[in-house]
C-alpha cells in the first residue's frame, strides 16, 4: 500500500462527514503531502480499479467531499503558498491551501483574491475551484471561475497536465466548450481531474468600505429594498446580504447586540467599497435615501466601518449557518438532518418566489425555513431542520416543487455550493438529456474508468 494511504478506522472516521449532514465512512484515506505522493496514490488507485473522491477542509453542503466508495484523497497536506506576483496581480497555490490564508498573503501587497465563501477559514482553494465558490462579495465580483488564471490538474491515470487561459479577446476555433480546458474543472466537484495547483487573479483591496444593517418589518419590504438596491444607479454593492427574522435573531444573539426593532423585523446587510472621505459621505447618503423611501427602519440602522467593526458583521453572518449546521447535527439523534437549498432566480423575481416556497412549505407542515444569504444575487440560502426521517420525507418533497418552481421562473437548483450527492436527482430539472449526454461524454474522455468522485453530480 501506498505510504500515504491508510485503511485504519478511526482515521477513515474522522473523514466521514462534512457540512451535508450525510454520514459516509470511506474504505481507506490517502494524505498526500505533496504532488508525487497524490500521483502515486491515483496511479495505484488505476491499477487496483479503486474510486477517489477528493476532499479540501470538507466543508461541502451536497456530500461532494466524502464517500463509502474506494479511497478518500485529503488535499489538506498539499497547503504550500507557492508564488505571489504583485506586479502581474497572481498567486499560484497548492489545492489543500485555506482561502484566509491566501488572502491574509495578499493583502500584504495591497490586493486580495475576490472570491469569499463565508466559511472561508475552513474552505481551500481546491474545494472553491471544485464548486466554483461564491460568497457575498459575488454581487461585485463574481464566482470563483472569474479570479483563476490557470490549474495543474493530475488525472486517474496519475498523468498531470498544466492548463492556462489564452487571454485572447477573440476566438472562432471551434466550439466554444473546447476553447478554454480550464472552465472544465472549475465546478466539476473532483469528477474529471485532481486540481494540485491553482493561478489565481488578485485585484487590489478597496480603501475603505462601508457596511449597512438595515431592519424592515417585513419580508417583502426588505427583498424590495434590495431589487431597488441593485436598480440605484448611483449605488455600487459589492453584496446585499438578506436575513429572515429567524435568521436575524440567531446573527445578533451571536453578536449580544439588538437591532432597536420589534421581534419579527427582517435585515438587509449591503456593503459598497468608498475611495475618500468625500465619497464615503455621499454613498451613506445615498443608502440612507433609499432606505428612507423602502419602509425601513431607519433610525435603527447600523453603519460599520474599519476592519475590526466588518469582520464582526461577517461573523454575524457566518453565525448563521453555523448555528444550523450545529443544529441539523444534533436532528441527527433521531434520524433528521438539516436540508440546505441554494437555488436563485433573476433578482426581481425573489419576493414572490420566496413567498410561493413558505406556502409550499406550510401547506406540506413543515416548519418555516431559516432563510438568509445573497439576495443581491436572487439567491438566498434556505435551512430547514428535520426533526425525524418522516419530516426529512416531507421537507425534500418541499424542495423538489420548490426547485420546479424555480426552474420555471427562469431560476438555478444549484447557485454556489454544487450538485455533489444530495442534489443529483434533480439535476434533470434544469438540464435537458441532451446537455447531461455532453457531461457524461466529457466524464468518459477524461476519467474512462469512472474512478473519480464516484455520485457527484452524475
Known amino acids: 500500500m501506498c505510504p500515504a494511504i491508510t485503511a485504519d478506522l478511526e482515521v477513515r472516521r474522522a473523514y466521514e462527514a462534512d457540512a451535508s449532514g450525510l454520514r459516509m465512512v470511506p474504505d481507506a484515506v ?3 503531502s505533496d504532488e508525487s505522493e497524490v500521483v502515486e496514490v491515483l496511479r495505484r488507485a488505476t ?3 479503486r474510486p477517489v473522491t477528493v476532499a479540501g477542509a470538507q466543508s461541502s453542503t451536497t456530500g461532494a467531499s466524502i464517500t463509502d466508495r474506494g479511497i478518500l484523497l485529503s488535499m489538506r497536506g498539499c497547503d504550500r503558498l507557492v508564488d505571489i506576483d504583485p506586479s502581474a496581480r497572481t498567486a499560484r497555490v497548492q489545492a489543500g491551501a485555506l482561502v484566509s490564508d491566501v488572502k491574509r498573503a495578499a493583502s500584504e501587497f495591497g490586493l486580495t483574491w475576490a472570491p469569499d465563501p463565508t466559511s472561508e477559514a ?6 472553491a475551484v471544485a464548486c466554483n465558490a461564491s460568497g457575498p462579495r459575488t454581487l461585485w465580483y463574481g464566482p470563483t471561475r472569474a479570479h483563476v488564471r490557470g490549474l495543474r490538474v493530475a488525472f486517474a491515470d496519475g498523468r498531470v497536465l ?10 472562432t476555433a471551434g466550439y466554444l466548450a473546447a476553447q478554454d480546458p480550464v472552465d472544465w474543472f472549475i465546478g466539476s466537484e473532483g469528477t474529471l481531474g485532481i486540481v494540485l495547483e491553482a493561478e489565481l487573479t488578485l485585484v487590489p483591496r478597496p480603501t475603505a468600505v462601508i457596511g449597512l444593517a438595515v431592519p424592515f418589518a417585513t419580508e417583502c419590504a426588505a427583498l424590495m429594498f434590495v431589487a431597488a ?10 453584496c446585499i446580504e438578506y436575513f429572515d427574522a429567524d435568521a436575524v435573531a440567531i446573527a445578533l444573539s451571536a453578536d449580544h447586540s439588538r437591532l ?14 468608498v475611495e475618500s472621505t468625500g465619497t464615503r459621505d455621499g454613498v451613506l447618503d445615498a443608502w440612507l435615501a433609499l432606505a428612507d423611501t423602502r419602509q425601513a427602519y431607519v433610525d435603527a440602522i447600523q453603519v460599520f466601518e474599519g476592519e475590526a467593526a466588518l469582520t464582526r458583521a461577517r461573523a454575524m453572518r457566518h453565525a448563521v449557518p453555523a448555528t444550523m449546521n450545529e443544529r441539523g447535527a444534533r436532528a441527527r439523534a433521531t434520524g433528521g438532518r438539516k436540508v440546505s437549498t441554494d437555488w436563485a432566480v433573476p433578482y426581481h423575481r425573489l419576493t414572490a418566489t420566496l413567498a410561493a416556497v413558505r406556502e409550499m412549505a406550510a401547506d406540506a407542515g413543515v416548519p418555516p425555513a431559516v432563510t438568509y444569504g445573497h439576495a443581491g444575487n436572487g439567491h438566498p440560502h434556505q435551512n430547514y431542520i428535520a426533526g425525524d426521517a418522516a419530516e426529512l420525507e416531507r421537507i425534500e418533497g418541499v424542495v423538489e416543487r420548490t426547485l420546479r418552481h424555480v426552474v420555471a421562473e427562469g431560476g438555478t437548483i444549484a447557485a454556489e455550493h454544487g450538485i455533489g450527492k444530495l442534489k443529483r436527482r434533480w439535476l434533470g430539472l434544469q438540464l435537458s438529456p441532451m446537455q447531461l449526454d455532453v457531461m457524461r461524454a466529457l466524464k468518459r474522455e477524461l476519467d474512462p474508468s469512472g474512478l473519480l468522485a464516484p455520485g457527484n453530480i452524475l
Open 30 to 32: 490517502a494524505r498526500p
Open 47 to 49: 491499477v487496483d480499479r
Open 122 to 127: 475552513e474552505s481551500t482553494v481546491g474545494g
Open 162 to 171: 498544466d492548463l492556462r487561459r489564452s487571454g485572447l479577446e477573440k476566438n
Open 229 to 238: 438596491a441593485r436598480d440605484a444607479g448611483a449605488l455600487a454593492p459589492r
Open 260 to 273: 432597536g426593532v420589534g421581534e419579527g423585523a427582517s435585515m438587509v446587510y449591503a456593503e459598497q467599497a
